[in-house]
Each structure stands twice: as C-alpha cells, then as structure tokens.
C-alpha cells in the first residue's frame, strides 16, 4: 500500500519535528515555519503539479516532499536541506514507501535552499515555486513594529499573495500586493531576489515563464 500525504500528515513524528524545528526558528527570529507554511507549499505545490497534467502519484509525492521539506531545522538552520532529507529517507523508508519515490522525495528537500536550490525533477520545481513564493504577513511573529528587521518588514508589507498558473499561455505568477510605507519595494527584492531567480529556473523546468508581480506591475 502506498504511502499517502494524509499518513504524513497525520504522522506524531513528523509532526513533532516540524513543531521542534520551528520551535528553533522562533528562537532564532525566523518567520513562522509551521503548519501554516508546510501546508501551504504542500497546497501550491500539488496545485501546480495537478494543472499541469502531471499523474495523481507525481502529484502526491510533491505534496508529501513539501510538508516535509523543513524538519531539518529541527537539527539546525544551516544545511537543513540535506539534514531533511536524510531524516526524510529514513522516516518514508521506515513507512514502506518504495526506494523511486523516496528518492523522488528527498531529492526535491535536498535541493530546496536557497544557497544550494536546483529543480533537478518537477517534485523539486514544484517545491520550490510553493516555497520561494509564501511570502505573507501572517508568517512575522515579532509584535513589535519598531523593532522589525527587513525580512519582518518585507513579509509584514505584504497584504496579499497569489501564485498564479496560466496553463494555455504557461505562465506561473506571483502577484503581490505591498504597502509601500512599511516596506519599500526594493527591500523585497533585496531579501528575495535569489529566489525569484530560483522560481524562475522551476518555472522553466516544468515549460513555464515566471512573472513576478507587485501592486499590478510586472517587474520579473
């Protein structure tokens, strides 16, 4: 029987490294690395996978690659992809999952940060696009305003975030709406513009054009 998302999802294991590991974050002062944003690259990533016709099993594996993408931090911030993805084979091989789709798996985690970041399979392009681009304000956790670095200020600006896929025209967008008076849009792209180098080789890896977009001008 194949290893589904709902049985990494549900799994006590999982669930308390990634709880641990953004216990850390928070330590750290790291945006929130929680449920909120595993739940979320597990739903763009699949969401993009699904549109572009790719089989429901591919479409799976994507969804479990990106809940699980960030347990590493439960060991440390630096290399956590490839702490992650060590932890991930050896929990999917534990749960029986057939040696193709754990490499499928922890090869998309073991590509996915942004130092080292490649969409060397489409699991790994999707994760990728899902990750790079949850950029909220609901992901700051510092109360205070005065006292916000510019990754708070950057995340803490953003009133709205849409990752848009046009399949006819093979169009993946990020559409941002910023306030301006709390972060200037050049501090985003201080902070992000690695990243959305990074979306645009997934992009190209699964047929697609990048845009970035924010307040209705397109400027990537």
């Not at 194949?2 to 999982?14: A, L």
Request: hydrophobic share 45%; proline share 3%; glycine share 4%.
């Amino acid at each position: 029987m194949s290893v589904t998302f709902q049985d990494i999802q549900n799994s006590p294991e999982i669930r308390t490294y990634i709880t641990q590991a953004d216990a850390s974050l928070l330590a750290l002062g790291f945006t929130e690395h929680a449920f909120a944003h595993v739940g979320r690259c597990a739903a763009v990533a699949a969401d993009i996978l699904t549109q572009l016709g790719y089989p429901a099993r591919q479409v799976e594996l994507a969804r479990i690659a990106a809940f699980m993408h960030d347990i590493g931090n439960v060991v440390n911030r630096h290399d956590h992809a490839i702490s992650g993805a060590t932890m991930a084979f050896r929990i999917l091989d534990k749960m029986g999952m057939p040696p193709e789709e754990v490499a499928a798996v922890i090869t998309a985690i073991g590509h996915h940060d942004d130092s080292t970041a490649f969409p060397v399979n489409p699991v790994a392009a999707a994760l990728i696009l899902a990750d790079k681009t949850d950029v909220r304000r609901s992901r700051v956790r510092n109360s205070d305003i005065t006292n916000f670095d510019i990754h708070d200020r950057v995340n803490y600006a953003v009133e709205r975030s849409d990752v848009l896929l046009d399949v006819p025209d093979k169009l993946i967008t990020l559409a941002l709406t910023i306030n301006t008076q709390v972060c200037a849009v050049m501090d985003y792209f201080e902070i992000f513009l690695q990243r959305m180098v990074l979306c645009r080789k997934a992009a190209e890896h699964l047929g697609l054009q990048f845009h970035l977009e924010i307040n209705g001008q397109i400027l990537l």
